[in-house]
C-alpha cells in the first residue's frame, strides 16, 4: 500500500522554537511550533509520555534525534507505527514504509489531526428493554454513578473538615494542651462538630488534633463506557413505562438509548475502536482550494495508521480481529462557518459523505490485503449494506467487504481537542498571546465570514467585547455622573477600573470609589455592600444598557449593523447550530452520534422523559441526556442553625405569677350515645330528589349522630351519603363542633339543587349537602339566617306577631314511644315553645325575685307584675 506524499514538504517550513513548559512538579524544555500554546504542548507531552516502546523484533532500531520535536517523541511514534505496518505486510519496501512515517508525523506537527489511546478494551454490555430484570439493571446502574458522584463530594468535604481541625489547633496561641482541648479551643470545637457532621469518625478528630494532616483521594468514578439501551421508539414517544426507567437512570449514569439493534451493536463495540480527530480549519488553511485531495488523502493516512494501531495493541488473539475505528471530524463548525457563512450545514453534510466514503474505500483496500476478520462474516453483509446506501458510489464495497467492523465519524474527548486548540463553536475566542497573557476575541472563523460578507469586524468586536467606558454610554454617563457630583479624579478611577473587572458595581464601589467620597458627597453608605447605582437613581433600564455597552454582550444576535445574509447564523444559539452539524453528517456514520444532550440543571425524571420522547419523535438515532451545570453564583438560602451560647449566670428572679388565660382542653375521648335516644326524622325534596334525614341526641339535647337517606337514586350514590353522614357522626361524637360542619358545607353548589319542598323553614338549597347543613344549623344551633322560608302565623318571633296563636300539643314534638307513657296526655306548649314577645316596650335591664317563690322570673307586664313561675300577680312599688 503506497501513502501518497502531500504534507511532509509542507511541514518542512513549519517554524518551531524552544519552549519551557511548567508541569506538575517540573519546568520541562522541549521544542514546539510557534503557533501552539502552552496548554497545548503540555497535552502533547502528556501524549509522550504514555507512549509504547515496542518495536519488531527484525526492525532496524530507531536512530532519531531525542531533541527534536517534543523531545523526538512524534517522530518516534511515527516510525513505531510504519516498522509495525512493514512487518504485518502493509508496505512492500523501506520507501513505502518511510513515507507513511514522514506523512504521519507532518499530519502532527501541522497539527492535522490528534491521535487517541488505544486501549486493548473489550466491549461493553448493552441492555435491550425487552429483557426481564431491565428495569432492575437501570435501578442498580443508577445507584452505583450516583454513589461515586455524591462519594466524591462526601470525601472532599470530610477531608476539607478535618483540616480545618488541624489548623484550629495550630493557630492556637496558648499552652499545647489548652489548644486542643475543644471545651478551651471554641474554633477547635466548631471544626470539630463540623468533621462529625461530614461523616468523620471521633478518632479521625483525635488524630487530626495530634497534627496528623489528613489527605483523602476521592474514589476514582469507574471508567465506563457508554451503555447501549435498545428501546421501542414508539413506547419512548409515546412516555410509556420505559421512558420513565431510563430517564431516571439517564440523569445519573452514561448511558446512550438506541432504537435500532445496529445502533445498539455499534455503540457496544465503541470501547475497541481505534480513535483519531481530523482538524479540519488547519487543513483548510493549508490546502485552500486542494481542500478536497487533501482530506481524502488525510483520512487515507490516518485509516492505515489506525489500523496499524489495532494489529500491534491488545493480546495476540485480537491481532486479527477487525475492530472499529473512528474519525472525529474536529473544528467542523469553524471550518463551514469560514467556508460559507450562508449555509453551513450543507457543507458539513458534504464533508461528512467525503470522509465517509475515503475510509471506506480505504477499508476495502485494507481487507484485500488483509482480508475480513472471521467474527465479523456474519454481520459484514448487513453493514456493507448500510454503508453502500449511505454512501453511494463506492464500486465494489459490497463484493469484497470492509476490514474494519465501523467506522465512526464522532469522538467526543476532550484532550484531543486540546491537543489540536480547537474549542465548543461560539463567538468568543479565547487565545494566548506572544507574551503569554490569554485574551479573548472574535472567533476567526466568524471574522472571515463578516469581512467576506462585507460586514465590519471592529464593530462586530465591540458589540461583542463593549468599548470599555462610560464616555457617551447610554444611561449611565458622564454627564449623568457629574450632575450627581461625580468630579474628574472619580470619573478617571472608574475608567480605568472598567479595564479590570466584568461587572459595572464592582466599579461603582470602593476601593474605586473613595469611602469618604460615597459618604460626604453622594450621602450613601457602603456598609451593607448594596450596588450604588440604583441608590443614585439609575433604573434597571438605564444600568443594563450601560453595562453592555462597557461590556458587551454574549453573542451577536442583536448585532443591528449584521450583513443581511448572516442574521440567520449569527442569530443561532452556537449549541444548536453545532447538534445541526452533526444530524447531517450522522447518516455518513456507522454510530450514531451520542453527544449529550442538555437539559435543565434543575429537571427532575419526568423533564427527562419528555426530552427522550421528543428525540424519538424526530426520528433521532441515540439519544444521551446530561443535566446542565448549575449556576456558579447559586446558593441555596437556608437559615442559620441557632447554636445555644454560654452566658453568664444572672442571679435568679422569681416572676409573679399572674393567670391572663385560661384554657380548658376538652378530653378527645369519644362520647358515645345513649342506647335508647330521641330525635327527629325530616323528610323533603331538593330539586325532586327526595332526601331524609334522621338525627339522634344526646341526653341534654346535643346533636351526636345523623343518618341521610336518599329516595330512588343509584347504589353508589346512596351508599356515599350514607358513609357521609357516618363520617360526620363520628366528629360529632369525638367534640368538633356542629358549626364548623354548618360553615364548612353551607353554600356548596352541585346538584341536584333548587326549590326545596316539605321544609318549613327552608325553601332552596344550592346543593344536597347545603340543604342538610342549613336544617341542622336552624334546628341545632337556632342560627335563622340560614332560614329561608317566609314567616308563618305560628312563630311568634317572626315579623308578623299572631297574637291569639293556639298552644301546640306536646305530643306534636315528643315521642309517644321514646316516652313510654311518661309525658302527660294534657300537655300543651306555645308554638315551638317561645314565649311572646313583650308589649310593654323593653324588658327590664335587671331581674326582679318573686316574693311568693323566690325565683327570678317575675315579669311586668300590662303595667302590672307577674310570676312567670308560681304565676303570683304581688303588689310592688316603683
Partial sequence: MRIKPRFASIAATVAVEPRLIERPGVVTPTLAPADWSDA????????????????PQDAAAWNGDPASLLGGAVDRWAYRLGAWGREHGLFDSADDAKSFTDELSASLLLGLAAPGETLAATASAGL??????????????????????????????????????????????????????????????????????????????????????????????????????????????????????????????????TFSPRDAEALSDAPLEARVSLYLPALNILTGEAFDEALEDLTRLWVVALEIEIAISGDTPRRNAARPIALGLSGLADWAVATNGADPVILAASVGARVSAAANATSVELAALLGPCAEWEAVRDEVVDAAVQRNQGIDGLKGCGRRHAAINLFVHDAELALKLGASPFDATDVFQTDDGETQRRLRPALASTIARAGGDVEDAERHLFGRRTLVGAPGVNHSALRDLGFTDLELEAIEA?????????????????????????????????????????????????????????????????????LRSLLSADAGDLEAQMRRAIEPFSDVPDVSPDLIDWRAGPLQAARALGEAAREGRRAVVLRRATPPADFRLDLPEADVPS?????????????????VVERDRMRRKLPDRRKGYIQKAAVGGHKVYIHTGEYEDGELGEIFIDMHKEGA????????????????????????????????????????????????????????????????????????????????????????????????????????????PDNLVVVPFGRKPASSSGAPPTEAVACPECGDFSLQNRGGGWICDTCGASPQMQG
Fill in 40 to 55: 497545548r504542548v503540555e497535552a502533547w507531552l502528556d501524549w509522550a509520555e504514555r507512549l509504547p516502546t515496542d518495536l
Fill in 128 to 257: 435491550s428493554l425487552h429483557e426481564p430484570g431491565a428495569a432492575l439493571r437501570l435501578a442498580d446502574l443508577t445507584a452505583a454513578c450516583r454513589g461515586e458522584r455524591l462519594g466524591a463530594q462526601a470525601a472532599e468535604a470530610l477531608s476539607a473538615a478535618l483540616r480545618s481541625v488541624a489548623e484550629a489547633v495550630d493557630r492556637c496561641e496558648g499552652p499545647r494542651d489548652a489548644c486542643a482541648d475543644p471545651s478551651a479551643n471554641p474554633a477547635l470545637a466548631r471544626a470539630a462538630n463540623i468533621a462529625r457532621r461530614c461523616g468523620a469518625s471521633d478518632a479521625d478528630i483525635i488524630r487530626a488534633i495530634e497534627g496528623e494532616i489528613p489527605i483523602i483521594a476521592p474514589p476514582a468514578p469507574a471508567r465506563r463506557s457508554p451503555m447501549s439501551v435498545l428501546a421501542s421508539r414508539d413506547r419512548i414517544a409515546s412516555g410509556g413505562p420505559e421512558a420513565a426507567a431510563v430517564a431516571a437512570a439517564a440523569l445519573e449514569a452514561d448511558l446512550a438509548l
Fill in 497 to 565: 477600573a472598567l479595564s479590570q473587572t466584568e461587572l459595572l458595581s464592582a466599579v461603582f464601589a470602593p476601593p474605586v470609589l473613595d469611602a469618604g467620597f460615597i459618604g460626604d458627597v453622594l450621602g450613601l453608605s457602603v456598609a451593607n455592600g448594596a450596588d450604588l447605582l440604583p441608590r443614585l437613581g439609575f433604573d434597571d433600564a438605564a444600568i443594563e444598557a450601560a453595562r453592555t455597552a462597557a461590556f458587551g454582550r454574549p453573542n451577536l444576535s442583536e448585532w443591528e449593523a449584521a450583513p443581511e445574509a
Fill in 646 to 662: 454560654q452566658r453568664r449566670i444572672e442571679p435568679e428572679i422569681k416572676p409573679v405569677e399572674r393567670v391572663i388565660e385560661k
Fill in 716 to 823: 353508589a350514590f346512596r351508599s356515599l351519603m350514607n358513609n357521609f353522614a357516618i363520617a360526620i357522626s363520628i366528629g360529632l361524637q369525638y367534640g368538633v363542633p356542629l358549626d364548623e360542619f354548618v360553615d364548612a358545607f353551607v353554600f356548596t353548589r352541585f346538584e341536584p339543587a333548587g326549590r326545596v319542598t316539605g321544609n318549613d323553614s327552608i325553601r332552596s338549597a344550592t346543593s344536597i349537602l347545603d340543604y342538610i347543613f342549613r336544617e341542622l344549623g336552624v334546628s341545632y344551633l337556632e342560627r335563622q339566617e340560614l332560614a329561608n322560608a317566609e314567616p308563618e302565623g305560628l312563630n311568634p318571633d317572626g315579623l308578623g306577631v299572631v297574637e291569639d296563636a293556639e298552644p301546640v300539643p306536646a305530643a306534636r314534638f315528643i315521642s309517644k314511644g321514646f316516652a313510654r307513657g311518661a309525658a
